[in-house]
């Protein structure tokens, strides 16, 4: 068996499907680990300018938090269709200058910490340091949104987490989240906040449609070594014929997905990074699990002082959103 070169000897230990012991590195460290379990080979040939675009005149701070303090209306049928398909991709919820604005700030704070060269770059707890990133990722409308879809009157915040996928950047393997967060609950959701029209071509994030396609790959061994975790996912998704929605983001429009969704995403091949704010919620009164493991990466320092089987309500893990009676 190969060793893959970004597990410590604790965490690289015992069989491939063994991920008992905690993570003992950080997040960089997770992301590089991650990354490296995608299946197939590395993407080639030149890289493509993406669409010219045109945001308009820039709101100010204050502008911009305005706008995320105003609620987003949700249907029924929209939510009905969240929980039937585990995600769902809602148009309009940020103005196209908010889009850019959150973009520049975020690429900012992600060039004065991270090595530009990696191909997968992250950052979180940016609502700690920064006014505009806080007023994004403790929105009434995002928490608002997040609240509906749940079905929960509160919800609190797991991390925020800066993505910028570099231009020729591989592709993220199949997973789901319930895998990755030491939260014991099916009541928690990430948004995926593109902060540029996303193509195709960008490596968008991609579903598997459908809220019981999980239990067909239930079976099959996570590896933590190499790339056939991502593999058979494939395989089995393909020979069920399971839809996969893995078409363009436009400007202000944001995912939403269900800690169970299967999902992935492409490669960048475009000359122009993929930068997206991930925020993640769950639902008031959850519990850790019983055993974190090393797929949870720092989960400590998101949700500090709480212990296994013990309610996350720490000064982290801010309420943001009550639905109306």
């Known amino acids: 068996m190969i060793r893959n070169p970004y597990l410590s000897e604790s965490t690289a230990a015992g069989t491939p499907s063994d991920v008992a012991v905690e993570w003992d590195r950080g997040n960089d460290q997770w992301w590089d680990w991650y990354m490296s379990l995608a299946d197939g080979p590395a993407p080639d040939g030149p890289l493509v300018d993406p669409p010219s675009h045109d945001p308009g005149p820039l709101p100010s701070d204050d502008e911009v938090a305005a706008e995320l303090a105003e609620p987003y209306s949700l249907t029924n049928g929209q939510i009905q269709q969240f929980r ?12 196209p200058g908010t889009v850019e604005r959150l973009r520049a700030r975020l690429r900012k704070m992600l060039d ?3 090595d530009a060269a990696v ?5 979180e707890m940016m609502w700690l340091e920064d006014d505009l990133i806080r007023a994004a990722v403790l929105s009434p409308r995002i928490g608002g949104i997040s609240a509906a879809l749940l079905g929960t009157r509160q919800v609190r915040l797991y991390h925020d987490n800066a993505l910028s996928k570099e231009p020729g950047a591989g592709r993220t393997p199949w997973h789901y989240d319930a895998h990755h967060f030491p939260l014991d609950s099916p009541d928690v959701l990430t948004a995926w906040i593109p902060l540029q029209p996303t193509p195709r071509e960008m490596g968008p994030l991609a ?42 983001f436009a400007a202000g429009e944001v995912s939403f997905h269900a800690a169970g969704c299967f999902h992935n995403a492409g490669a960048n091949r475009t000359t122009t990074a993929r ?6 919620y769950f639902a008031d009164g959850t519990r850790v699990v019983p055993n974190p493991t090393m797929v949870s ?26 639905l109306r009676d």
């Open 297 to 322: 990466g720092d989960w400590r320092k998101f949700i500090p002082g709480a212990e296994p089987g013990q309610v996350v309500a720490s000064p982290f893990n801010p309420l943001l959103a009550r």
């Open 119 to 123: 191909g997968f770059q992250s950052r």
């Open 112 to 114: 004065e910490s991270v």
């Open 275 to 280: 930068v997206v704010l991930a925020t993640t």
């Open 207 to 248: 579903f598997a449609c459908g809220a019981d396609v999980a239990a067909l790959v239930a079976d099959v061994e996570f590896d933590k070594h190499g790339t056939s975790y991502d593999r058979r996912v494939s395989e089995i998704f393909r020979a069920h014929a399971v839809p996969v929605e893995d078409g363009p």
């Open 84 to 95: 039937s398909d585990a995600f769902i991709k809602l148009p309009g919820v940020l103005s």
